[in-house]
T-cell receptor, first 115, second 110 residues
Framework: EAQVTQNPRYLITVTGKKLTVTCSQN?????MSWYRQDPGLGLRQIYY???????DKGDVPEGYKVSRKEKRNFPLILESPSPNQTSLYFC??????????????FGSGTRLTVV | DQQVKQNSPSLSVQEGRISILNCDYT??????FLWYKKYPAEGPTFLIS?????DKNEDGRFTVFLNKSAKHLSLHIVPSQPGDSAVYFC?????????FGTGTRLQVFP
């Protein structure tokens, strides 16, 4: 089954403790992206990657890091999480040429709480 | 600066009637406009899109209209069904970036 898999689904952590949220896709998509969803703010892009070893900042990159060493994986790293990073996170992937036509596939989300 | 805006946070419609969800944007360079649907505890799923060179696209019960001069698009669902109850996100695409609106929660009641 074609899918984007995020782990974990739920995570509670303490301020300052480094964490990684993993994202993996099995569709050989070039494009991958991370979004966060917050009440009243919709989905905001954190980082995106157009291919292996190519990453770029989205609209809200502060406090996050990403890497794209392999095509299928795009982990989101929070080096020193803070309470304002409490949010619902989504990973998405797409074939580059279908991105504008709605070819994004989203993962099921990771709900992160930083206390 | 919110480039894609959905000014109605919620909408309630009776089953069988038309649902109209609205979206405004500010950047005239967007190439595509899309609607995504999101159920609780799931990721958004693609619903329908429209190219900036068109003014209408239809897929079954779903029709998207684009008014470029007004920088406005709308999603029409006819007839509305209880299973359509979800949060709907409008999104716009330009140069590898997909920008989302804040979402409208649609509730379809019997």
């Amino acid at each position: 089954e074609a899918q984007v898999t995020q782990n974990p689904r739920y995570l509670i952590t303490v301020t300052g403790k480094k964490l990684t949220v993993t994202c993996s896709q099995n569709m050989n998509h070039e494009y991958m992206s991370w979004y966060r969803q917050d009440p009243g703010l919709g989905l905001r892009q954190i980082y995106y990657s157009m291919n292996v070893e190519v990453t770029d900042k989205g609209d809200v990159p502060e406090g996050y890091k990403v890497s794209r060493k392999e095509k299928r994986n795009f982990p989101l790293i929070l080096e020193s999480p803070s309470p304002n990073q409490t949010s619902l996170y989504f990973c998405a992937s797409s074939l580059r040429e279908l991105s504008g036509e709605g070819g994004y596939t989203f993962g099921s989300g990771t709900r992160l709480t930083v206390v | 600066d919110q480039q894609v805006k959905q000014n109605s946070p919620s909408l309630s419609v009776q089953e069988g009637r038309i649902s109209i969800l609205n979206c405004d944007y500010t950047n005239s360079m967007f190439d595509y406009f899309l609607w995504y649907k999101k159920y609780p505890a799931e990721g958004p799923t693609f619903l329908i899109s429209i190219s900036s060179i068109k003014d209408k696209n239809e897929d079954g019960r779903f029709t998207v209209f684009l008014n470029k001069s007004a920088k406005h698009l709308s999603l029409h669902i006819v007839p509305s069904q209880p299973g359509d109850s979800a949060v709907y996100f409008c999104a716009a695409f330009n140069t590898d970036k997909l920008i989302f609106g804040t979402g409208t929660r649609l509730q379809v009641f019997p």
